[in-house]
């Protein structure tokens, strides 16, 4: 079955123009003009994924976002933005998008996106348990490392006694360097295994999910546990 897309752009050309691509691409979409008619399209009929513009006259796509993930809806929402600023990213991350593509954009980065986003939402298959890597500990159904804990099936995950409030991208990419403590993963390595794509070099993605990871994760007066290795990537470790 084709995925569902519910596309809204208050820009009529960017709005025609990807829907006719997003089309082309086998993606059934249904395409819209503003916040009100996205929050009304969603509640009527849910989509597989949104793509949603971030400036929109009276409501606009951070405000949709704030809304459905009020409402428990956990869809995944891609963000069509024109702000560059970390800041403004990082505020889109805070609303609950997964993701953002900034404008000008070209249309395949954001099929790429899409097909990222669509996988890591697709139900899980139970598999058998895997082998024990090295560095976290696990025992039954947990992974921990680092004062960490983190339980992957029922998605929840703390630091000592206290319960980490993730989204979806944050509890993947804290799991997968749970998983490989002590190991400094790539850049490339965690796009790869976390979008299922590498957006490049200049991207500033990655960067700004581990500062708003780093956020939730580090308290006063303990260790950092989020190490940056320059030109590299990252590790987990205390200390």
Same mark, same amino acid.
């Given at each position: 079955?084709?995925?569902?897309?519910?596309?809204?752009?208050?820009?009529?050309?960017?709005?025609? /123009?990807?829907? #006719? +691509? @997003?089309?082309?691409?086998?993606?059934? %979409?249904?395409? !819209?003009?503003?916040? &009100? $008619?996205?929050?009304?399209?969603?509640?009527?009929?849910?989509?597989?994924?949104?793509?949603?513009?971030?400036?929109?006259?009276?409501?606009?796509?951070?405000?949709?976002?704030?809304?459905?993930?009020?409402?428990?809806?956990?869809?995944?929402?891609?963000?069509?933005?024109?702000?560059?600023?970390?800041?403004?990213?990082?505020?889109?991350?805070?609303?609950?998008?997964?993701?953002?593509?900034?404008?000008?954009?070209?249309?395949?980065?954001?099929? /790429?996106?899409? #097909? +990222? @986003?669509?996988?890591?939402?697709?139900? %899980?298959?139970? !598999?058998?348990?895997? &082998? $024990?890597?090295?560095?976290?500990?696990?025992?039954?159904?947990?992974?921990?490392?680092?004062?960490?804990?983190?339980?992957?099936?029922?998605?929840?995950?703390?630091?000592?006694?206290?319960?980490?409030?993730?989204?979806?991208?944050?509890?993947?990419?804290?799991?997968?360097?749970?998983?490989?403590?002590?190991?400094?993963?790539?850049?490339?390595?965690?796009?790869?295994?976390?979008?299922?794509?590498?957006?490049?070099?200049?991207?500033?993605?990655? /960067?700004?999910?581990?500062?708003?990871?780093?956020?939730?994760?580090?308290?006063?007066?303990?260790?950092?546990?989020?190490?940056?290795?320059?030109?590299?990537?990252?590790?987990?470790?205390?200390?």
């Amino acid at each position: 079955m084709p995925h569902t897309v519910l596309l809204a752009e208050d820009d009529r050309a960017i709005r025609n /123009a990807l829907e #006719r +691509a @997003l089309t082309l691409e086998g993606y059934l %979409v249904t395409a !819209v003009a503003d916040g &009100v $008619e996205a929050l009304a399209q969603a509640h009527r009929s849910r989509p597989d994924v949104l793509v949603l513009d971030v400036m929109m006259p009276g409501i606009d796509g951070l405000q949709v976002c704030r809304v459905l993930r009020a409402e428990g809806d956990r869809t995944p929402v891609l963000m069509l933005t024109a702000l560059v600023e970390t800041a403004d990213r990082i505020a889109g991350l805070d609303a609950g998008a997964d993701d953002y593509v900034v404008k000008p954009f070209d249309v395949e980065e954001v099929f /790429a996106r899409l #097909r +990222a @986003l669509l996988r890591r939402a697709a139900p %899980v298959v139970p !598999v058998p348990e895997p &082998v $024990e890597e090295a560095g976290p500990e696990t025992s039954g159904r947990f992974v921990e490392a680092a004062g960490l804990r983190m339980d992957p099936q029922a998605r929840r995950a703390w630091r000592g006694g206290r319960e980490l409030e993730l989204t979806r991208t944050e509890f993947e990419l804290l799991e997968l360097l749970i998983r490989h403590a002590g190991i400094v993963l790539d850049h490339s390595t965690i796009y790869d295994r976390i979008w299922g794509y590498d957006f490049g070099p200049g991207s500033k993605n990655l /960067a700004v999910y581990v500062g708003y990871l780093r956020r939730k994760l580090d308290e006063p007066g303990a260790s950092q546990l989020i190490h940056t290795v320059r030109g590299v990537g990252y590790v987990l470790r205390e200390g």
